[in-house]
Every structure is written in structure tokens, then in C-alpha cells.
């Protein structure tokens, strides 16, 4: 019903930035909201940042003051811009949409995308 598809990843040096999209399609009502997780190697999947459909952010604070997240609605799309990236970055980073289901009461359901590699070398 609904599908994420994210793009942006790929290999930077320390220091460089890397800007990751994910849309959403399908028929939906409406998203309450969107938000990026990521999960390297022997590690737990861990929020990195998410936005609600009203602008609402967080971040992890690992990330903060490097990584922004943002919006565009109309799109159903949502972004990380990633600067001052480092190789602790290094992840798999996937998509997550919480998308509003019409029934009563309304409820939440989740969707995931395929994930997009970063990698940040030394």
C-alpha cells in the first residue's frame, strides 16, 4: 500500500556531507510522521532524526548540530542533510514513515524502507 524509497547514500571522506531523501507513494491519508534510523554492524537499529507532519523535530545526540532533518509535505518526502559526517556515521540508514490509517479510532501504522549505505572513511 505504501512504499519508501530512499537515495543519497554512498562513500565520503571525514568531514564531507552527504544529503539522503526518502518518498513515499501510495495511497495514504495522511503521515504523521517521518524519520531516519540507521544500523551498522553488531549494533542495534538507533532513531537518528524525525519529523512530525506539523515540523516537530529530534534528533539523537550523537548527530546533533551535524545532521538536519526536513520536509516537504506535498512530496511525501523527507531529507537529512549530513555534514561534519564521521566514520562512527558509517551505517545502514533507513527510511521510516508512521502513516495515519482512517479508522476509529485512527491509528498508526509503520513502514519501512530498503536502507541506503553510508560509509565515512577515515
Known amino acids: 500500500q505504501v512504499q519508501l524509497v530512499e537515495s543519497g547514500g554512498g562513500s565520503v571522506q571525514a568531514g564531507g556531507s552527504l544529503r539522503l531523501s526518502c518518498t513515499a507513494s501510495g495511497r495514504m491519508s495522511s503521515i504523521h510522521a517521518m524519520g531516519w534510523y540507521r544500523q551498522a554492524p553488531g549494533n542495534q537499529r538507533e532513531m537518528v532524526a524525525g519529523?512530525?507532519?506539523?515540523?516537530?523535530?529530534n534528533y539523537a545526540d550523537s548527530v546533533k548540530g551535524r545532521f538536519t532533518i526536513s520536509r516537504d509535505n506535498a512530496k511525501n518526502t523527507v531529507y537529512l542533510q549530513m555534514n561534519s559526517l564521521k566514520p562512527e556515521d558509517t551505517a545502514i540508514y533507513t527510511c521510516?514513515?508512521?502513516?495515519?490509517?482512517?479508522?476509529?479510532?485512527?491509528?498508526?501504522?509503520?513502514?519501512w524502507g530498503q536502507g541506503t549505505q553510508v560509509t565515512v572513511s577515515a
Open positions: 521510516h514513515a508512521g502513516v495515519v490509517v482512517a479508522t476509529f479510532p485512527p491509528r498508526i501504522a509503520d513502514y
Open positions: 519529523i512530525t507532519s506539523d515540523g516537530n523535530t
